[in-house]
């Protein structure tokens, strides 16, 4: 999926999200809350997981004073 269909499909789940809960922050108006679809929790877990392995890695450097 392309960025730009990426952000299609985004934007029309927040807008669905605002019309569905009616809450939006004041400023931007965008939604207050919205579920993650699949595809944006699959990449949250792929950068959760990056970044766990990259602190991992730091730690082991500090340690033996790298």
Known sequence: ???QTRWQRRKKLEDKTV???GE???ESREPAV???TSE???ELRRDMKE???WA???LKRRREGG
Do not use: C, G, N, P
Request: charged share 40%.
């Open 1 to 3: 999926m392309d960025e």
């Open 40 to 42: 944006e929790l699959d």
């Open 51 to 53: 970044a766990s392995a």
């Open 56 to 58: 991992r890695a730091e």
């Open 34 to 36: 919205r579920w993650l």
């Open 24 to 26: 939006a922050h004041l």
């Open 19 to 21: 019309e569905q809960v």
